[in-house]
């Protein structure tokens, strides 16, 4: 785009503080929340879920290990894009 002339310029639309510890997003994974973990076999994904708990606790040594942060969400705003 910025080849053809355009000016992109990236925006904050919005800003939040995001509380999340390893138990919690494990959880939301386990519950099928994500779009992605819906067309797995239930019988291949608790053992995937089995894996990602034991490898989590082994990385962060604890469920309630901190994950929380800023999250934001940005547009890439196009301006004289020819």
């Known amino acids: 785009m910025r080849e053809q002339g355009a000016n992109l310029e990236t925006v904050v639309a919005a800003k939040w503080q995001s509380k999340l510890t390893v138990g919690k997003l494990l959880e939301s994974h386990q519950n099928k929340i994500y779009r992605h973990t819906w067309h797995i076999p239930d019988d291949i994904f608790a053992r995937a ?3 990602l708990q034991d490898w989590a606790l082994q990385h962060y040594g604890s469920l309630d290990y901190d994950l929380s942060g800023e999250s ?5 705003v196009v301006r ?3």
């Open 49 to 51: 879920i089995q894996d």
């Open 72 to 76: 934001s969400f940005k547009i890439v």
């Open 80 to 82: 004289n894009w020819a």
